[in-house]
Structures are given as structure tokens and as C-alpha cells.
Antibody
Framework: EVQLVQSGAEVKKPGESLKISCKGS????????IGWVRQMPGKGLEWMAI????????RYSPSSQGQVTISADKSITTAYLQWSSLKASDTATYYC????????????WGQGTLVTVSS | SYVLTQPPSVSVAPGQTARITCGRN??????VHWYQQKPGQAPVLVLY???DRPSGIPERFSGSNSGDTATLTISRVESGDEADYYC???????????FGGGTKLTVL
């Protein structure tokens, strides 16, 4: 069974750094794009970034470029999303997703990581 | 990248048919995917490549895509279908992923 298991909820202050994780299992981690989708409270889905672990190729949405960093550790089949300086507007649930290479749909989704940034 | 247009809400009585649209110029030339998100849960893929169902998704869920509109159709709607539904496609290029704004399906 293909699974994406994300790290737990975080509460941070503005200006702090954060790295959340997503462990993939049940498939060849190196050979599928894996990425992150943001959902702000009460809002819709926004893609942020994807990475192809086999060659560390990355893509960012225009709004995420420069704001976050996506990375992956192939040895432990884990992807990460990192912030160097959080803002209150980063408060959201972040979903880890695997991209199917045939038609480019996201399946499966991780359970979500709630990040709360508040002073 | 381009925005996909969905109606904010659709309401339907139990047992009736719900249709949720996703619009964009010439969307029929792309593969469209649909996700269901129930309150407090992660989204789940319910249709991919316009009309294919992943394993475990009921046959009541079907889809079409032509011209400027893709449509998710839910037949014989049940109370358990009440959720937000999002369409998505892959545009390629530097900003490849596009989501619709989401539609809240209410079962009356």
C-alpha cells in the first residue's frame, strides 16, 4: 500500500524556522514526484512545490518561490518542506502528495500537518 | 498559470444527481482530476483523467470533459457525499499545477 505519513502539528512564533516531513512507503520513492499542497484556514488548495527525489529536480509555484525550500532524503524516503522565517500568513494545513506520472494527478495524500504561527 | 473556475456551492436532494463544473478555455484538451475533501480530512482522489475512477470509488461518480468545461457527476447522491470538491490539471511549464477554487456540495 502506498502511504505518505507526515510529521505532527507545529506551533511557532513569527520569525522562527521550521522543517516538516513526509515519509513515503510502498513505492519506488526515487521515481515519483512528491510535493506539498497548502490549505489556509477555510480556503482552497494551493500547490507549493514538488521534487523528483531521484535527481533532486524541484519546481515551485510562483507564490512559493523564495518563501520555502523543498528537499528529499532518498536514504530514508522522506520529503521535507522548510521555512527559514515564518510569518503569521504561513498558518495553514500542509499536505504531502505524490504525483502520478501518467496523468499528473495527486494520489495519495498525506494526513496533513497543521502549522500555526502566532506571537 | 490559468485559474479553473468552479461554482462555490451546489445543493442537491438525496437520491438526485449533482453536477459540479470546472471551467477554463479549452480545458477539454487537458486531463482533469477531481478530489473530494470532507470536513477535517485530507483530500481524496475520486476521478482522474477526466472520468477514470480509482479503486474503491463508487460507480456513482463519473466525469466528462469537453470544450471549455469539465464536469463531475454524482448520481444517486447520499448524505455521505457532502464535501468540498476540487478540480485539478497539469499545465506543464514552470507553474504546472492548477487547482480550481473548490465547490461545496450540500445534500439537502
Amino acid at each position: 500500500e502506498v502511504q505518505l505519513v507526515q510529521s505532527g502539528a507545529e506551533v511557532k512564533k513569527p520569525g522562527e524556522s521550521l522543517k516538516i516531513s513526509c515519509k513515503g512507503s510502498g513505492y519506488s520513492f526515487n521515481n515519483y514526484w512528491i510535493g506539498w499542497v497548502r490549505q489556509m484556514p477555510g480556503k482552497g488548495l494551493e500547490w507549493m512545490a514538488i521534487i523528483y527525489p531521484g535527481i533532486s529536480d524541484t519546481r515551485y509555484s510562483p507564490s512559493s518561490q523564495g518563501q520555502v525550500t523543498i528537499s528529499a532524503d532518498k536514504s530514508i524516503t522522506t520529503a521535507y518542506l522548510q521555512w527559514s522565517s515564518l510569518k503569521a500568513s504561513d498558518t495553514a494545513t500542509y499536505y504531502c502528495v505524490r504525483l502520478d506520472p501518467r496523468n499528473f494527478q495527486f494520489d495519495p495524500w498525506g494526513q496533513g500537518t497543521l502549522v500555526t504561527v502566532s506571537s | 498559470s490559468y485559474v479553473l473556475t468552479q461554482p462555490p456551492s451546489v445543493s442537491v436532494a438525496p437520491g438526485q444527481t449533482a453536477r459540479i463544473t470546472c471551467g477554463r478555455n479549452n480545458i477539454g484538451s487537458k486531463s482533469v482530476h477531481w478530489y473530494q475533501q470532507k470536513p477535517g480530512q485530507a483530500p481524496v482522489l475520486v476521478l482522474y483523467d477526466d472520468s477514470d475512477r480509482p479503486s474503491g470509488i463508487p460507480e456513482r461518480f463519473s466525469g466528462s470533459n469537453s470544450g471549455d468545461t469539465a464536469t463531475l457527476t454524482i448520481s444517486r447522491v447520499e448524505s455521505g457525499d457532502e464535501a468540498d470538491y476540487y478540480c485539478q490539471l497539469w499545465d506543464g511549464g514552470s507553474d504546472p499545477v492548477v487547482f480550481g477554487g473548490g465547490t461545496k456540495l450540500t445534500v439537502l
